[in-house]
């Protein structure tokens, strides 16, 4: 049986983010999501957060400590794309993407460390992705950002891996995602050759591995990037 914990996933209104949060729920534990419109799954609890700014994520802490106890497990999920060639990126699409994936991330895990130094426990996860490591045409400002969150988990790790605290980073290749679902058969068939898996990965598969990232098994697992891709990016 695993210890229940207070949780909070970013962006737990759709996509992976939702599914994070349905099964951290099934598991037991109390979770909260961020959401900027809609709601979390049912047994979750939703607050209001803009990752972009600090006074938003620091309200939304405040209001799930007050509500479910200190936040200990964190899953840095929201994110954003703002894709295109890198002669034609802007100054702003590339901003956008760094400041939401990458920012987002520091602040969500920066404002988590409080409470989970006086606890001595925490489990921080980010949500990247294959392209972080393994590149993207068209992808330029997206792909940095998710490398940061390398950088990221390792530093907190060196940081904060003595005082009980894990941070890793858990990198989905395609899911089946409403996006990924409107793309023309065609489309999908070549991507499907490139992945050794030859298949998409449900939003469910991405989701088992967070949770057990958080639970007492994966303890001693810190500073690693966890693929959920097919095989897709293995090499790095
Ligand atoms: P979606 O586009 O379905 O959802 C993105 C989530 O992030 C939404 O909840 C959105 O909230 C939230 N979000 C975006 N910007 C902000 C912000 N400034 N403040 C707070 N929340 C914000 O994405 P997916 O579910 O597809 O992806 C989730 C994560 O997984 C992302 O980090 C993505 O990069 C990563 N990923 C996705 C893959 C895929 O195939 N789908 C593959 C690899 C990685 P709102 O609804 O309010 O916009």
Known sequence: MTTPRTVLVTGGNRGIGFAIATQFVAEGHRVAVTA???SGPEGALTVTAD???AASVDAAFTEVEAKLGPVEVVVANAGVTRDTLLMRMSEEDFDTVVDTNLGGS???VKRASKGMLKARFGRVIFISSVVGLFGSAGQVNYAASKAGLVGMARSITRELG???ITANVVAPGFIQTDMTAELPEATQAEY???IPAG???SVDEVARVV???AGEDAGYISGAVIPVDGGLGMGH
């Open 211 to 213: 949770t057990w990232l």
């Open 36 to 38: 900027r419109s809609g």
């Open 199 to 201: 298949r998409f990965a």
């Open 162 to 164: 003595a005082r009980g």
């Open 192 to 194: 499907k050759k490139s």
């Open 106 to 108: 520091f602040r969500v």
């Open 51 to 53: 990752v972009t700014d």
